[in-house]
């Protein structure tokens, strides 16, 4: 059954509605803060599994639309950045990048080390580190053909996608549950504010807590922090932000189609973001900056119908055919992952609720893609308050550090000796 483009449009958009539902009617989805994408997509593609499995009928979405909205939400990270903001968070920023790069030697260290424990090629043990977890499916797809081309391993491109695929619905997974463990060592804006209330007393959640966070946040919320927040916005400011949406795609196609082939090859929503942050911030430095709320507008909703389209088009079928070995490999990165996030990430970020936050955001692209952290993050502040660190951080190194970093460790892994 092949449904077109419009159809898979009304489809993307019931999910959304659907996870919203779930959420709200399933207390153990809310505990858990489990992102409605993730909620609604996963039904449907568990419905879709079960469809095919007893009534052999597999249903066929058009996914023309999918990238742009996935490139939509990077340009619109881009119109987002302030490099005076980024300046700020400078060290910070620099901190977490380091925790992220850490993470991908693991992930390569862990992939090989099992590789070799089971007896299989080495280069599996990649393709299940840092290539498809953190590189997500566009990663694993451009470093599977040269592992398939260059180093003969056989069937590189199917084990690729079978590893983004459980990697995107893990990561949409893990945040939350990791984030519900760490708030026991924390104290959330929102708690903090209720203690300042007559009821509060001494058997409050913030009594209980262990280590405190300000009791004040007067910033406004960054874009994406408020997914649900009514954004007062015009025609003309739509229009205007539309337009400098197309006009990041536009020339960040180009850019990505004149790098292919070089030293500087990177992916095109890398260079979509770069050409967001170019016109955001030349248009600040000559009096006509960015309007926020529309940015704000249309990037949750590319964010939101991208994240619905993934999910809901997964083949779990494809996981199900995994051989033991690669289950093996993804089972130990999952757990590396939650134990990463709760022991490096939570800490060595300040083990404060921004630290909460991070780690969260961590899960979703250390396992998926960077929309999965956005998600991940929007579920936790949506429910525990604001949290302005990460949202400044996780969307830079996420979009365009992380694919820097982990194209540099997986040459490096490639340059030695067992790979030759």
Same mark, same amino acid.
């Given at each position: 059954?092949?449904?077109?483009?419009?159809?898979?449009l009304?489809?993307?958009s019931l999910v959304?509605?659907?996870?919203?539902?779930?959420?709200?009617?399933?207390? &153990?989805?809310?505990?858990?803060?489990?992102p409605?994408?993730?909620?609604?997509?996963?039904?449907?593609?568990?419905?879709?599994l079960?469809?095919r499995?007893a009534?052999?009928v597999e249903?066929?979405?058009?996914?023309?639309?999918? +990238?742009?909205?996935?490139?939509?939400?990077?340009?619109?990270?881009?119109l987002?950045?302030?490099?005076?903001?980024?300046?700020?968070?400078?060290?910070l920023?620099?901190?977490?990048?380091a925790i992220?790069?850490?993470?991908?030697?693991?992930?390569?260290a862990?992939?090989i080390?099992?590789?070799?424990?089971?007896?299989?090629?080495? &280069?599996?043990?990649?393709?299940?580190g840092?290539?498809?977890?953190s /590189?997500?499916?566009?990663?694993?797809?451009?470093?599977?053909?040269?592992?398939?081309?260059h180093? /003969?391993?056989?069937?590189?491109?199917?084990?690729?996608?079978?590893?983004?695929?459980?990697? &995107?619905v893990?990561g /949409?997974?893990?945040g939350?549950?990791?984030a519900r463990?760490?708030?026991?060592?924390?104290?959330?804006?929102?708690?903090?504010?209720?203690?300042t209330s007559?009821?509060?007393?001494n058997?409050?959640?913030v009594? %209980?807590?262990t280590?405190?966070?300000?009791a004040t946040?007067?910033?406004?919320? &960054?874009?994406?922090?408020?997914?649900?927040?009514?954004?007062?916005t015009?025609?003309?400011?739509?229009? $205007?932000?539309l337009?400098?949406?197309?006009?990041s795609?536009a $020339?960040?196609?180009?850019?990505a189609?004149?790098?292919?082939?070089?030293?500087?090859?990177?992916?095109?929503f890398?260079?979509?973001?770069?050409?967001?942050v170019?016109? +955001?911030?030349?248009?600040?430095?000559a009096?006509?900056?960015?309007?926020?709320? %529309?940015?704000?507008l249309?990037?949750?909703?590319?964010?939101?119908?991208?994240? $619905?389209?993934a999910?809901?088009?997964?083949?779990l079928?494809d996981?199900?055919?995994?051989?033991?070995?690669?289950?093996?490999?993804?089972?130990?990165?999952?757990?590396?992952?939650?134990?990463y996030a709760?022991?490096?990430?939570?800490?060595?970020?300040?083990?404060?609720?921004?630290?909460?936050?991070?780690? %969260?955001?961590?899960? /979703?692209?250390?396992?998926?893609?960077?929309?999965t952290?956005?998600a991940?993050?929007?579920?936790?502040?949506?429910?525990?308050?604001?949290?302005?660190v990460?949202?400044?951080?996780?969307?830079?190194?996420?979009?365009?550090?992380?694919d820097?970093?982990? %194209?540099?460790?997986?040459?490096?892994?490639?340059?030695?000796?067992?790979?030759?």
């Amino acid at each position: 059954m092949n449904i077109g483009t419009y159809g898979t449009l009304v489809a993307a958009s019931l999910v959304l509605l659907l996870g919203n539902r779930l959420v709200t009617w399933i207390p &153990l989805l809310r505990a858990y803060t489990i992102p409605e994408p993730v909620a609604g997509g996963l039904v449907a593609a568990i419905f879709l599994l079960v469809l095919r499995l007893a009534g052999n009928v597999e249903v066929r979405f058009d996914t023309n639309l999918q +990238s742009p909205m996935m490139l939509a939400f990077f340009a619109t990270i881009g119109l987002n950045a302030n490099l005076s903001s980024l300046k700020r968070g400078g060290p910070l920023l620099l901190r977490f990048l380091a925790i992220v790069i850490g993470l991908l030697i693991l992930q390569n260290a862990v992939g090989i080390g099992l590789a070799y424990v089971l007896g299989v090629d080495p &280069l599996l043990g990649l393709l299940g580190g840092s290539v498809t977890l953190s /590189g997500g499916h566009g990663t694993g797809a451009a470093w599977s053909k040269v592992f398939a081309e260059h180093h /003969g391993l056989q069937s590189a491109t199917e084990a690729a996608i079978a590893c983004a695929t459980f990697g &995107l619905v893990m990561g /949409g997974i893990l945040g939350g549950p990791v984030a519900r463990r760490l708030m026991r060592h924390v104290v959330a804006p929102s708690l903090t504010a209720d203690a300042t209330s007559p009821r509060s007393g001494n058997d409050s959640p913030v009594a %209980a807590a262990t280590t405190t966070v300000a009791a004040t946040d007067t910033q406004s919320p &960054l874009a994406f922090e408020e997914p649900k927040a009514e954004q007062a916005t015009t025609p003309a400011a739509f229009i $205007a932000t539309l337009a400098l949406i197309a006009i990041s795609l536009a $020339a960040g196609e180009t850019f990505a189609k004149l790098l292919a082939g070089t030293t500087f090859e990177l992916p095109s929503f890398v260079c979509v973001l770069f050409v967001g942050v170019l016109l +955001s911030n030349g248009l600040a430095l000559a009096g006509k900056p960015v309007i926020e709320h %529309a940015v704000a507008l249309l990037g949750n909703v590319s964010l939101a119908l991208f994240l $619905a389209m993934a999910l809901m088009t997964l083949r779990l079928w494809d996981l199900a055919a995994l051989a033991l070995p690669v289950i093996s490999l993804l089972a130990a990165q999952t757990v590396l992952m939650v134990l990463y996030a709760s022991f490096v990430t939570f800490r060595v970020m300040g083990r404060n609720y921004d630290a909460v936050v991070l780690a %969260a955001g961590h899960c /979703g692209f250390g396992l998926g893609a960077t929309p999965t952290a956005i998600a991940n993050m929007q579920a936790v502040t949506n429910r525990f308050g604001h949290s302005h660190v990460a949202f400044l951080v996780v969307p830079m190194v996420g979009a365009f550090f992380i694919d820097i970093a982990n %194209a540099i460790v997986i040459k490096g892994y490639l340059a030695l000796p067992l790979f030759h």
